[in-house]
């Protein structure tokens, strides 16, 4: 059975780990490798423990479990632009291991869940342009590729809109 609830403190290293996994089975050939090298679980480790403890950008951080297993996570909140949106889903994680088994689609249905409780009307994403699982995904889920994107990483993010939830 899948649960999907707030990622907490000590959910880090599971969160770490995840995120470092997921990464490395996406992204390569994508990004250079010195910057896979730098998404490592030893890497990530302070970066999710300051995320889910402190919390600077006051993010709502979910996670999806399975048998008590971190399945996929997502992080949503305030958007990082003013374009028309009222908020943004910053990022989405599922390991090959655990896609196309709703846990995807959980996620993604809480998150729309939780924007409509913060009084949000619609939003918006970045999504990699190679990473065509992704996008795959996210168009099933309604969302709609505008010609709006980000190169600053690297690798261009097409932005993807949901006009009304």
């Known amino acids: 059975m899948l649960q999907i609830r707030d990622l907490v403190l000590l959910d880090a290293l599971s ?9 490395q089975e996406t992204y390569t050939g ?9 998404r490592t679980t030893d890497k990530l480790l302070p970066v999710w423990t300051k995320m889910l403890g402190e919390n600077p950008a006051g993010l709502h951080h979910l996670g999806a479990f399975r048998d008590g297993e971190l399945a996929g996570h997502c992080s949503l909140g305030k958007p990082r ?4 949106y009222d908020v943004e889903l910053w990022a989405m994680n599922v390991p090959k291991s655990f896609q ?7 996620l993604f249905e809480e998150a729309r869940r939780r924007f409509q409780q913060m009084g949000a ?10 990473n ?3 996008l795959a995904f996210y168009l099933r889920m309604g969302g709609r590729i505008t ?6 990483d690297g690798a261009r993010e097409l932005a993807v809109v949901w006009d009304s939830l």
């Open 15 to 23: 969160a770490a780990e995840l995120h470092a996994r997921t990464w």
């Open 30 to 38: 994508i990004f250079p490798a010195e910057v896979l090298a730098s």
């Open 81 to 84: 632009e003013a374009w028309g």
């Open 100 to 106: 196309k088994q709703g846990v995807g689609r959980a």
């Open 121 to 130: 009307k619609n939003f918006y994403l970045y999504c990699l342009e190679r």
């Open 132 to 134: 065509e699982n992704a």
């Open 147 to 152: 010609d709006r994107y980000d190169d600053s």
